[in-house]
Nanobody
Framework: QVQLVESGGGLVQAGGSLRLTCAASGRTFNQYAMGWFRQAPGKEREFVAGVNWSGYNTDYANSVKGRFTIHRDNAKNTVYLQMNILKPEDTAKYYC??????????????????WGQGTQVTVSS
């Protein structure tokens, strides 16, 4: 079992940056692929970025490609989402998720086994 705790959200002006952190418990963190998702009010939760167990393979939603970077530190049981050039449309609650497949990168939330409680990101115009 993996427990996930997100942090780093907040209020930022458009064009600014934030770094989200997801801290995971458990000895098998390095066996999981990890993903970030977000959900804005009145919208469905959507995929943002994913990284496989080793950190060498990543995937991004088109809406964030070139602005966001996902990376992981398996020694610290942590995955990060660096968000640059933030836009008001990035405003959402951001969730970290763990996928036992490890090797594969999935965009569908149904493929993820464990979820954090989320952290709010608000981008003002």
């Amino acid at each position: 079992q993996v427990q996930l705790v997100e942090s780093g959200g907040g209020l930022v002006q458009a064009g600014g940056s934030l770094r989200l952190t997801c801290a995971a418990s458990g000895r098998t963190f390095n066996q999981y692929a990890m993903g970030w998702f977000r959900q804005a009010p009145g919208k469905e939760r959507e995929f943002v970025a994913g990284v496989n167990w080793s950190g060498y393979n990543t995937d991004y939603a088109n809406s964030v490609k070139g602005r966001f970077t996902i990376h992981r530190d398996n020694a610290k049981n942590t995955v990060y989402l660096q968000m640059n050039i933030l836009k008001p449309e990035d405003t959402a609650k951001y969730y970290c998720a763990a996928d036992r497949s490890g090797l594969l990168l999935h965009r569908d939330q149904i493929d993820y086994d464990y979820w954090g409680q989320g952290t709010q990101v608000t981008v003002s115009s």
